[in-house]
Every structure is written in structure tokens, then in C-alpha cells.
């Protein structure tokens, strides 16, 4: 080996043992000022303790130990090492080492400032320095996306968020001492008021404010104060508007008092000018682009056009051809008065003008007129229904209805009502211009779409327990469908194609009412099906029963059914029409008797002392059910089952030679099956041959 490479040899390892020294010297104290800046964060943003001091010399000696590792780091790649193979792997691992001291000390070098900058924050804050401390704040967020995100990044983050909420709190707090908003009493008077400062510092807040984007919430606040306890009571109610300077403060007050009367327009008018003069002088600086009084021209020019209209203006539409004349000063008075908004910029020219409003006079007459009806009906719907008037054609099984006769019965007064209303505005439709003449026609189409769901909502407890009133709404619906139905006859051919383009009038009204009457008639008459089933459970009367000895009480379930169905006919019998009437009873009573029937059909055995009871229960049937009918002829009419149960009757009562003459004569054949009888024999007589012959007996006739 040469004496050249010996020295290389020499000089490399020097240097590398150089290097190693100044990195175990770099990692000591950076070990140390990474242990300083964990205690300030862990007592600061973690545990909350009390602010420490500021560290600039900290900051200082981070930086400083940054540049020693770079200067390290390129000492280290400089080094030129000679036949050094067995240095490679050294000089390799402390090369990383210096890369990983290197991103350590930026770290600690990152958190170090933003410490700093918390410091400042709370300085400015202090200070109410609000823009630094927001320009500070937001610089500290910019940092913390240059670090690695863990749990101590998340504790940072936090701390901001907390810091730009106390912030703001702060901003806000200030902001209510240079506008302030009051409601108070003073005596019989509610008393609001309105300060704002003289000073610009209103201005700057705002703008802070607005770099939060927190600005909007603010104004959002100040809008609903200025339309609920400045404009609204103003244009509602009788108000004093005054405006005066105290100490450093512009202050408007409006004083209200609470009464049905109303001031004039013209005075309603001269106070909203005067508050919105008040605030385009005193608040005149623009947020997110928009002066504030533009701001609550956009947000309350809707509302504001309603509610003048509703409670101001509204009380000036002319009831009479002779008083417009007069509402054309309304008309030039309103539309002063919205150039002057325009001017002061609250409104915007030609969109949404208060003016369209008032100017479009039939159009604004039509939405009360409309409304009017509308209550008027709506309230006619809600009436009793229990006060009846008779209507329709008299009933005469000689003479059957023809045509578009009605059947007599009864309805609610309020029915007929309803109908008057409707030719009422039908009439008026006639006289009007075309495009309220169509209005008015929807208005009134809509208060029979409406008809089912307002009046069964509004009698809904009646309309589920009381059967008067179940039939008359029932009939209520079947004669508003028809009449409907006869004023399209009447009216459909008196309208222009430009009022009525697709006639008829009334379309599928009638059918709605139809359905809506006739639904709740079966719910109720389902109920009754329900309760008929229930009684006979409850009563044990069941097929399987019947190979017991039954109950001397069993008939009750009989007459307590029967009862039911007589309550029906007495509160029925008069209010519904005669055929719907008897057709009701009829299926409830088939019902009845199919159910009995089929109970003794279906039983597997019957006692004698059973059948005895039985024809007593079934003979009460037979005496009482005709009764329900209008004749009581009519039973064999309406009711399918009836002489089924008479054969029954003759059935339970018959030894087994009448019943064979009975079948071969046809009485019974005509009403029941072979195996039907059959299963009665077997159920009520001994299994005797004089019984097998009877079975035998019974065949298809």
C-alpha cells in the first residue's frame, strides 16, 4: 500500500469521526428543544394551562441547529474517501441520519412559530388587533398542512378552531356596543329601538367579519330586528317613528301601540321612507359586495310587498265601481313611493314593484273576492250535518225515477247552501272578465275536490259512531255529485272557450263525491258485519257448540243483533232513499242469516235439546226481521237467505218422514244441497236404519 493512500485513508476517517461528532451533537440538542417545545404543547393546547412566554430565542436556536444540519449534511457528501470500501456503509448511515435529523428539526422548527403566532394571537386580541390576529391565525392554519397529521396536529387544529371561535365572539361582542338592538315596554307602548354609532368602527368590524365569512349570520340577525320590530309594526299597527343624536349614537325609535285601527297609507308610507333614509345614511357601506340597505331590500321585498298589501294597502281596494275612481290616488301615491325606494336602493326597479300589485287591481280584487268564497265555503262545510232538509223525487214502486230524477231522502242544510254559493259565483263568473271569470270558476271547483276530505276531517268522531250522520254523508255526496252534474248542463254551454277551453265545469267532482260518500256508507256497514261476528263469538254460538247443551242466554246474542239493525232502521229508515234504504238492511240481515245458517249446516252434532233452542232463537229472526223493511213484505225480496232459514226452521223441528216429503216436494230442494241435508240428518238423529233409508231418500231432484 502506498504512503498516498495511507494519508486518504487517514484524512477520510477524520473526517467521518468529525461528522459522527457533530451529529451526536445535533441530535443532543435537538432532543433537547424537542422536549421543550412537547412540554409547552402539551401544557398549552393540550391541558390548557396559561399561556407561556414567548421563546424567540427558542426559535432562533432551532433555525440555527436547521442550518448546521445542512451545512453537516453537504460536509458530509463532500467528503472524497480513497480505497475506503469498509467506510461505505458508515458514511451511508449517518447520511440518514442526518436526513432524519434534518426533518426532525424543520418539525420542531415549524411548531416552534406556530407557538409564536398563538402568542401573537392573544396579543393582538388583547390589543383588539382583530385583523392581525385573524391574518395570524389563518397563517398558523397554513402551517399545520406543511406537518404530518397525528394526534398532536389534531390538538393544533382543534386550538385554532377554538381560537377563530373565541375570535369571533370577541368581533361580535364589540360590534353590539356600536349597534345596538332593543325591544322594550314604555308604559301601554311596546318601544324599539335602533342604535348606531358614529364612528367607523361599525364599518371595520363588519369587514373583520367578513373575512370569517361570519358577516352574513350578523346581518341575517339585523334583518329579522329591522322587519319584525321596525318595518312590520309600522305597516300593521299605529306607530310613532323619532329620530335624534345622543351622545355618540344615531338612535331611531318606533313606538307601537297594539289596536284594531289602522293609520292612513299616506302616513305609513312617510314613516317606512324615514327608517329606510336612516339606514342608507348611518349604515352606508357595502358587505360581500352589497350595501346594507340593498341586502334588506333582497331579503324583505317579498314579505314586505305582502304584508302591505295585506294590512295597508288592502284596506284601500274599492268595493264598488263608484270607489275606483278614488283608488287611482292610491296608484299614483304607490308608485311615488316606490321610486323613493328605489332611489334609497332598498328596492330594486322593475323587480317585484309593489306597484305590479296595486295596479293589477282585478287581479288583486279576484284573490279577495277568491278567498272570501273560499272562507264562506269552507265554513258552510263545517256546519251540522245533522240539520236536514228533504230533497229529491217522491218514491212510487208504480212510477220508477226517470232520467235525472233524484230519489228523495234527506240532506244537511248546509248542502244546499254550498250549491247557492256555487251558482252565486257561477253567475258573477258571467259578468266578469275573462280571466277572473276563469279564477273564480277554480276557486269554485276546488271547494268540491275538497268537500270528502274537509267535512270528514272536521266530523270525523260523528262520522265513525253516529249513523244519522254516516247517511247523511253519504247522501250529502250522491246529491252534490248529481246537482254538480245538472250545472254542467246549465252553465258549460254560457262560457267562452277562453274562460272554459275544455268543458265541462265540473269533470271528475262527481265521481269523487260518489266514491268518497259511498266508501265511508261500506266502512260503516263493514263495522256492523264485524259487530254482528262478534257478538255470536262471544256468545259461544259456533258450530262445535252445538254438541254441547247451550246456554239458556244464547238467545240473547240473537236480540241483541236484531236490536242493532232496528236502531238502524229507526234512524235509516226516513233519511236514506227508499230503495238504498231496504237494499242496506237487506244485506246486513242476508248476512245475519247466512251466518246462522251456516253455523247450524257446519255443525258436526246437534242435541235434540239444541234444536229445540234453536227454532225459538230463529223463530225470533222470523218474527222481527220483516219489520225492518218499509213493507215487510219486502224481506223475500232483499234478503236472498230468508226462505233458507223458514226450511231450516222446518228442519230442526221435522221428524225424518216430513223432511223426505219436504225434499221429494221441492221446499227444500230449492234452498239447500243434497249433502247439505244430508249432514243436518246425520247431525240430528240417530244412526238408525230408518235414518240410512231417509239418507238414501235425499238425491238431486
Not at 337 to 342: A, G, N, Y
Not at 384 to 393: P, Q
Not at 567 to 580: A, G, N, Y
Amino acid at each position: 500500500m502506498s504512503f498516498l493512500s495511507e494519508v486518504l485513508r487517514s484524512v477520510g476517517e477524520t473526517e467521518i469521526d468529525y461528522t459522527d461528532k457533530n451529529i451526536r451533537e445535533i441530535s443532543k440538542k435537538l432532543t433537547s428543544y424537542k422536549d421543550e417545545i412537547n412540554t409547552y404543547i402539551d401544557d398549552v393546547y393540550r391541558k390548557y394551562c396559561r399561556w407561556p412566554s414567548r421563546k424567540e430565542k427558542l426559535l432562533n436556536d432551532v433555525s440555527k441547529l436547521c442550518e448546521d444540519i445542512d451545512n453537516v449534511k453537504s460536509y458530509t457528501e463532500s467528503v472524497v474517501v480513497v480505497e475506503m470500501e469498509n467506510q461505505h456503509t458508515h458514511i451511508d448511515s449517518l447520511k440518514k441520519e442526518l436526513e432524519q435529523l434534518k426533518i426532525e428539526g424543520n418539525l420542531v422548527y415549524v411548531l416552534t412559530q406556530i407557538h409564536e403566532k398563538f402568542i401573537m394571537v392573544k396579543d393582538n386580541e388583547r390589543q383588539k388587533n382583530y385583523m392581525n390576529a385573524l391574518t395570524t391565525l389563518m397563517e398558523i392554519d397554513s402551517l399545520l398542512k406543511e406537518i404530518p397529521k397525528d394526534s398532536l396536529t389534531e390538538s393544533l387544529y382543534k386550538n385554532v378552531t377554538k381560537e377563530m371561535v373565541e375570535l369571533d365572539i370577541m368581533i361580535c361582542e364589540e360590534m353590539y356596543e356600536y349597534l345596538i338592538m332593543k325591544e322594550g315596554k314604555n308604559g301601554v307602548l311596546q318601544t324599539n329601538v335602533l342604535k348606531i354609532s358614529k364612528t367607523s368602527k361599525l364599518r371595520e368590524l363588519f369587514s373583520i367579519l367578513e373575512k370569517f365569512e361570519a358577516a352574513c349570520i350578523e346581518l341575517k340577525k339585523f334583518n329579522k330586528f329591522f322587519w319584525l320590530c321596525i318595518c312590520k309594526p309600522i305597516i300593521s299597527n299605529i306607530t310613532n317613528v323619532h329620530i335624534q343624536e345622543i351622545e355618540d349614537f344615531h338612535v331611531l325609535t318606533v313606538s307601537i301601540k297594539k289596536t284594531q285601527l289602522r293609520r292612513s297609507y299616506k302616513e305609513v308610507f312617510e314613516n317606512l321612507l324615514l327608517v329606510f333614509k336612516f339606514i342608507s345614511l348611518h349604515l352606508n357601506f357595502e358587505v360581500g359586495g352589497n350595501t346594507i340597505i340593498s341586502y334588506l331590500g333582497d331579503n324583505l321585498r317579498a314579505d314586505f310587498a305582502e304584508v302591505l298589501l295585506k294590512d295597508c294597502l288592502g284596506t284601500t281596494l274599492p268595493k264598488s265601481d263608484k270607489e275606483q275612481s278614488k283608488y287611482k290616488q292610491v296608484i299614483e301615491d304607490t308608485k311615488e313611493f316606490e321610486s323613493r325606494l328605489v332611489e334609497i336602493g332598498f328596492l330594486k326597479k322593475g323587480k317585484n314593484s309593489i306597484c305590479d300589485y296595486v295596479t293589477s287591481m282585478n287581479s288583486v280584487l279576484g284573490n279577495i273576492r277568491c278567498e272570501e268564497y273560499a272562507v264562506q265555503a269552507i265554513a258552510i262545510m263545517k256546519k251540522d250535518l245533522h240539520d236536514m232538509v228533504e230533497v229529491g223525487t217522491h218514491f212510487d214502486p208504480a212510477n220508477p225515477l226517470i232520467g235525472d230524477q233524484f230519489p228523495q231522502c234527506y240532506v244537511s242544510r248546509s248542502v244546499i247552501e254550498l250549491l247557492n254559493l256555487a251558482q252565486d259565483i257561477l253567475q258573477q263568473a258571467l259578468l266578469e272578465p275573462n280571466v277572473f271569470a276563469t279564477r273564480l270558476i277554480c276557486t269554485m271547483q276546488s271547494f268540491f275536490y275538497q268537500y270528502g276530505s274537509i267535512v270528514y276531517g272536521h266530523h270525523e268522531k260523528f262520522l265513525q259512531n253516529i249513523p244519522q250522520q254516516v247517511v247523511l254523508f253519504r247522501n250529502n255526496c250522491m246529491y252534490l255529485a248529481h246537482e254538480l252534474q245538472q250545472l254542467n248542463d246549465v252553465y258549460n254551454t254560457q262560457f267562452s272557450k277562453e274562460v272554459l277551453p275544455v268543458p265541462p265545469i265540473f269533470k271528475d267532482q262527481s265521481h269523487q263525491l260518489r266514491t268518497i260518500g259511498g266508501d265511508t256508507f261500506l266502512g260503516y256497514i263493514e263495522m256492523h258485519k264485524k259487530n254482528m261476528e262478534k257478538t255470536l263469538i262471544d256468545f259461544k254460538f259456533e258450530s262445535e257448540r252445538l254438541s254441547e247443551v247451550m246456554a239458556n242466554d244464547t238467545i240473547k246474542c240473537i236480540r241483541q243483533c236484531l236490536r242493532q239493525y232496528e236502531l238502524l232502521k229507526t234512524v235509516w229508515h226516513k233519511i236514506l232513499p227508499h230503495p238504498v234504504y231496504n237494499k242496506t238492511l237487506g244485506y246486513l240481515l242476508n248476512l245475519f242469516c247466512k251466518r246462522l245458517i251456516d253455523t247450524v249446516v257446519n255443525a258436526p252434532d246437534i242435541l235434540v235439546v239444541n234444536a229445540e233452542h234453536l227454532v225459538e232463537m230463529f223463530r225470533t229472526v222470523l218474527n222481527r226481521g220483516p219489520k225492518l223493511f218499509t213493507e215487510p213484505e219486502e224481506v223475500n225480496l232483499y234478503v236472498e237467505l230468508w226462505q233458507k232459514l223458514i226450511e231450516l226452521v222446518f228442519i230442526l223441528g221435522a221428524n225424518l218422514a216430513q223432511i223426505t216429503e219436504r225434499w221429494e216436494n221441492g221446499s227444500l230442494s230449492t234452498h239447500f244441497t243434497p249433502d247439505e241435508v244430508k249432514h243436518l240428518i246425520k247431525a240430528l238423529f240417530q244412526n238408525t236404519d230408518r235414518r240410512a233409508q231417509t239418507i238414501n231418500r235425499i238425491k238431486v231432484n
